[in-house]
């Protein structure tokens, strides 16, 4: 799950393998919203998500603008926001926390 560096304004990947295809990644944050667009192209299951800082609590998930179940994986890192997307459209997931 992208994790964005907090004096970056966001990062993307092009053509990243994945399964039998790839993927093409943006994410961004600012203020309280983090944001990632997915777009797929393969078979395998696809699972879109971010990482916001731990203690922060999370008022909203929402996948291509409609609200969306989501799970929290607790890492070093922070809280992974993990949601199941789809192959074969841009996916875009906003986080919205306090």
């Known amino acids: 799950m992208p994790q964005v560096p907090p004096q970056s304004p966001g990062l ?4 990243i393998l994945l399964g039998d295809g790839s993927v093409d ?3 961004s944050a600012s203020g309280n919203i983090y944001k990632n667009v997915v777009f797929a ?3 395998a299951r696809v699972t879109v998500g971010h990482t916001v800082p ?6 909203s998930v ?3 603008e409609k609200s969306t179940p989501y799970k929290v994986r ?3 890192r922070g809280q992974e ?8 459209s841009e996916q875009r997931l906003v986080v919205t926390t306090e």
């Open 12 to 15: 993307s990947g092009n053509n």
């Open 25 to 27: 990644v943006s994410a």
């Open 41 to 43: 192209r393969t078979t």
């Open 54 to 59: 731990n203690g922060k609590e999370i008022t």
């Open 62 to 64: 929402s996948l291509n």
């Open 74 to 76: 607790m890492t070093n």
């Open 81 to 88: 926001i993990l949601v199941n997307g789809q192959s074969g």
